[in-house]
């Protein structure tokens, strides 16, 4: 069953802020949270990542029993992906109807529902005027997920449910969200359970190069001149589009010939281009397809993230992730073209007749299965600096993680001392990237709070 709740929370106005994808946190009645809650003002990560799984990345889980089936897990991967415990290739004995792939992620959700270990999902189904547009639900039968699956482009206030849904007295939840909707679900976990909260279980799948449905819209119109036949888009990992028709019929396209050209420089907003998660490191188990090689790709954060997998058991083929491919001039190349581009979409400058061979030989020289998930990694760690610097310098020092700075310093992208500040680039951290840091500033509150109440919708 899925509740529809009158007033409905997800209609209230959201107040306006400055990056923001609407999480529903500004929604809800107490919107000046979003300072605390925020990935777009001054997150955590390394503090959540300790709350969440019980330690940084990096470190090692003591906890944790090696899956011989899994990926070789050596840390050096959780610099890329987060805190984890096992990745797999995976798929559904039976995909099912409707899935975005072969539908692992409501399938979690649907045995958690089944085996009465929660009382609601909440996540997002397609809105009844735009199915491409996504529409927060909370949902009570495992059957009623059938309606949800798939991926809409946008964003909708997956988060402003969660307090009705306590008020309701569904206490033991699991939510379905990307990764700016699991930081915010995260950084306010204490006060949902000071409000009744007794157990969360966290579904992740990964996320980039979102943006509002309405551009969505515009693109689906580049790529075929009656859009509202195409009912399936997915950015495959074999370097093509792949589109898929109300009539059955499918189409793929190879990356290199879409028309990105075409876009406006702003289709994709700021917080996309700037966002710092992109496999949704606080989820217990993210499930996507960048590093599948043609399945589906699960990572396994912590215990719950391998309870909820151990429920599909009989249902489900696991096997070891593979890689194959350099990613690094791929990257560097990205890189270059990304400065180039002034704020707008990378240029695309090769001639017309040469990008049909490249992009027959990209799917098989170019970096594959987990190689092309770190590329997307670091790909998008230079995108949010790149960024930030040219839309909101002030911002690098508080929206930053050192996660990104990590990976970023790779290809020659190092923080000058006042984009170090953020309380989790202490001087010491500033030593490991080989330079003097300024003193942390002691927090000033009110200026906090004025962040909190500066608002853009992208
Ligand atoms: C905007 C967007 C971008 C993505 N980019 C990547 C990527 O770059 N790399 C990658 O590996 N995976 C990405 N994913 C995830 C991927 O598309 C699949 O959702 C994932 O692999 C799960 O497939 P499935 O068959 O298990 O999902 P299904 O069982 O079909 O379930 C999909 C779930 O996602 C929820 N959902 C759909 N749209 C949204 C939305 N807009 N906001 C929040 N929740 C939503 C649905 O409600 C449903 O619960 C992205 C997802 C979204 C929504
Ligand atoms: S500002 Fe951040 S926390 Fe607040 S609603 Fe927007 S995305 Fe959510
Ligand atoms: S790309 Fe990042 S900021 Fe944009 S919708 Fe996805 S998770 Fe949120």
């Given at each position: 069953?899925?509740?529809?709740?009158?007033?409905?929370?997800t209609?209230?106005?959201?107040?306006?802020?400055?990056?923001?994808?609407?999480?529903?946190?500004?929604?809800?009645?107490q919107?000046?949270?979003?300072?605390?809650?925020?990935?777009?003002?001054?997150?955590?990560?390394?503090?959540?990542?300790?709350?969440?799984?019980?330690?940084?990345?990096?470190?090692?889980?003591?906890?944790?029993?090696?899956?011989?089936?899994?990926?070789?897990?050596?840390?050096?991967?959780?610099?890329?992906?987060?805190?984890?415990?096992?990745?797999?290739?995976?798929?559904?004995?039976?995909?099912?109807?409707?899935?975005?792939?072969?539908?692992?992620?409501?399938?979690?959700?649907?045995?958690l529902l089944?085996?009465?270990?929660?009382?609601?999902?909440?996540t997002?189904?397609?809105?009844p005027?735009?199915?491409?547009?996504?529409?927060?639900?909370?949902?009570?039968?495992?059957?009623?997920?059938?309606?949800?699956?798939g991926?809409r482009?946008?964003?909708?206030?997956?988060?402003?449910?969660?307090?009705?849904?306590?008020?309701l007295?569904?206490?033991?939840?699991?939510?379905?969200?990307i990764p700016?909707?699991?930081?915010?679900?995260?950084?306010?976990?204490?006060?949902w359970?000071?409000?009744?909260?007794?157990?969360?279980?966290v579904?992740?799948?990964?996320?980039?190069?979102?943006?509002?449905?309405?551009?969505?819209?515009?693109?689906?119109?580049?790529?075929?001149p009656?859009?509202?036949?195409?009912?399936?888009?997915?950015?495959?990992a074999?370097?093509?589009?792949?589109?898929?028709?109300?009539?059955?019929?499918?189409?793929?396209?190879?990356?290199?010939?879409?028309?990105?050209s075409?876009?406006?420089?702003?289709?994709?907003?700021?917080?996309?281009?700037?966002?710092?998660?992109?496999?949704?490191?606080?989820?217990?188990?993210?499930?996507?397809?960048m590093?599948?090689?043609?399945d589906?790709?699960?990572?396994?954060?912590?215990?719950k993230g391998?309870?909820?997998?151990?429920q599909?058991?009989?249902?489900?083929?696991?096997?070891?992730a593979?890689?194959?491919?350099?990613?690094?001039?791929?990257?560097?190349?990205?890189?270059?073209?990304?400065?180039?581009?002034?704020?707008?979409?990378?240029l695309?400058?090769?001639?017309?007749?040469?990008?049909?061979?490249?992009?027959?030989?990209?799917?098989?020289?170019?970096?594959?299965?987990?190689?092309?998930?770190?590329?997307?990694?670091?790909?998008?760690?230079?995108?949010?600096?790149i960024?930030?610097?040219?839309?909101?310098?002030?911002?690098?020092?508080?929206?930053?993680?050192?996660?990104?700075?990590?990976?970023?310093?790779?290809?020659?992208?190092?923080?000058?001392?006042r984009?170090?500040?953020?309380?989790?680039?202490t001087?010491?951290?500033?030593?490991?990237?080989?330079?003097?840091a300024?003193?942390?500033?002691?927090?000033?509150?009110?200026?906090?709070?004025?962040?909190?109440?500066?608002?853009?919708?992208?």
């Open positions: 069953m899925m509740l529809a709740l009158e007033p409905d929370p209609k209230q106005d959201a107040v306006f802020r400055q990056l923001c994808t609407d999480c529903g946190i500004s929604r809800t009645a919107a000046r949270r979003c300072a605390q809650a925020c990935q777009f003002i001054k997150p955590d990560y390394d503090g959540l990542e300790v709350k969440v799984h019980g330690r940084r990345r990096g470190q090692s889980d003591p906890l944790s029993t090696p899956d011989p089936e899994a990926s070789d897990q050596s840390l050096g991967d959780e610099a890329f992906f987060g805190p984890m415990q096992a990745m797999y290739r995976a798929r559904l004995h039976q995909p099912r109807e409707g899935a975005q792939w072969t539908g692992i992620t409501t399938a979690l959700a649907e045995a089944e085996h009465g270990l929660i009382d609601a999902v909440i997002m189904q397609a809105d005027d735009d199915p491409w547009k996504p529409r927060p639900v909370i949902v009570t039968e495992a059957k009623a997920l059938a309606q949800c699956r991926m482009m946008g964003y909708a206030p997956l988060l402003a449910l969660i307090e009705p849904a306590l008020a007295g569904l206490h033991r939840l699991a939510v379905i969200g700016c909707q699991v930081y915010a679900l995260r950084a306010l976990q204490d006060d359970e000071k409000q009744g909260l007794h157990s969360l279980y579904i992740g799948t990964p996320c980039s190069d979102n943006t509002h449905t309405a551009r969505f819209h515009e693109f689906l119109a580049l790529l075929d009656q859009p509202e036949t195409i009912n399936y888009l997915e950015f495959r074999d370097y093509h589009v792949e589109l898929r028709y109300t009539d059955g019929k499918k189409r793929l396209i190879p990356f290199l010939q879409l028309p990105l075409n876009l406006p420089p702003d289709f994709f907003p700021v917080t996309c281009k700037s966002c710092v998660d992109y496999s949704n490191v606080l989820s217990d188990i993210t499930v996507g397809y590093g599948g090689s043609g589906q790709w699960l990572i396994v954060r912590n215990a391998r309870f909820m997998l151990d599909l058991q009989g249902k489900i083929d696991l096997a070891s593979r890689q194959a491919g350099n990613r690094r001039s791929a990257v560097q190349a990205f890189m270059e073209n990304l400065k180039k581009a002034d704020g707008g979409l990378p695309r400058r090769m001639p017309r007749w040469l990008r049909p061979i490249v992009a027959w030989f990209m799917p098989r020289i170019g970096p594959r299965g987990l190689e092309f998930a770190r590329a997307r990694i670091e790909m998008k760690a230079i995108e949010t600096l960024t930030l610097r040219r839309h909101h310098p002030a911002r690098v020092k508080t929206m930053v993680p050192r996660h990104v700075w990590e990976i970023a310093q790779n290809y020659g992208l190092r923080p000058q001392p984009e170090l500040d953020a309380p989790q680039n001087a010491a951290h500033a030593k490991d990237f080989g330079i003097d300024e003193p942390p500033p002691s927090i000033d509150l009110k200026r906090r709070s004025s962040i909190s109440s500066e608002v853009d919708h992208p």
